[in-house]
């Protein structure tokens, strides 16, 4: 009796995925200024609020801790899932077919029925294991596309930080001008305290688009996270997988 059966099918560790969608290239730049920017606009919230703006401050923590990786998720480490089940599926179609093929090879050969039970039993493996390598398919489907939704997450709050960051430059170079010369933040809280926030309502309205900003953003985070919980939800079916195999195997 000759078996023609596939060679083994070699799982290794997928790549990492890579993005598909454009990014805004002026993030990475505007999230290494955040902090020291934020710095000094809270400075700038301290001199102010002695002069009653009530103006709450910036949060500590880079942009990529704050908002951009709670908000997106790694969507690399995504793809390498949705990369990795496609491997694992083609493997087990794999299996499916060497064992259907040992099945019929072995029943040329032999009869009776013995060999009616070992086609009987091997078919029925085959198909099992087929339906296991749909299943994993389908975590693959699931898995891509969250990693595509969460790019676009992504993506979208990069736009908004790069409007973040706008405010936020604006902000300090008014500061900045006014805190520059001799006496510096002690001058500016001085002049505050005696003039009002008449004279710096530019600032105080920046600044408050600054914290709404920053707000909106935090309060996106947890609407997307209600998402993520539901997409884990979505994959629930995978779990059952190993138990089913190790069945079939029986």
Not at 23 to 46: E, I, K, P, Y
Request: neutral net charge; contains cysteine.
């Amino acid at each position: 009796m000759q078996v023609l059966l596939t060679g083994p099918a070699r799982l290794t560790v997928p790549p990492r995925g890579e993005g598909v969608l454009v990014h805004d290239a002026t993030f990475g730049t505007w999230d290494r200024s955040f902090s020291l920017m934020r710095d000094v606009v809270n400075l700038g919230v301290d001199a102010l609020n002695q002069a009653g703006a009530g103006l709450p401050h910036l949060p500590h923590g880079s942009l990529d801790e704050l908002i951009v990786l709670p908000l997106s998720g790694d969507y690399g480490a995504i793809r390498r899932n949705a990369a990795a089940c496609r491997d694992v599926a083609r493997a087990l179609r794999t299996w499916s077919g060497d064992i259907s093929r040992l099945g019929a090879g072995a029943a040329i050969d032999w009869h009776g029925l013995a060999a009616a039970a070992w086609l009987v039993r091997m078919q029925a493996l085959a198909a099992g294991v087929a339906c296991a390598a749909e299943v994993v398919r389908r975590g693959a489907r699931v898995f891509e596309q969250i990693a595509t939704t969460a790019e676009r997450f992504g993506v979208r709050v990069e736009r908004l930080v790069v409007d973040l960051g706008r405010v936020m430059s604006r902000v300090v170079r008014r500061l900045l001008t006014r805190v520059g010369g001799p006496g510096g933040w002690a001058l500016f809280a001085a002049e505050l305290l005696t003039q009002g926030l008449s004279a710096v309502t530019d600032i105080v309205d920046d600044i408050r688009r600054v914290v709404r900003l920053v707000g909106d953003l935090l309060e996106l985070k947890e609407q997307i996270l209600d998402w993520a919980r539901e997409q884990r939800d979505a994959l629930d079916f995978l779990l059952d997988l190993p138990l089913a195999l190790r069945a079939l195997t029986w």
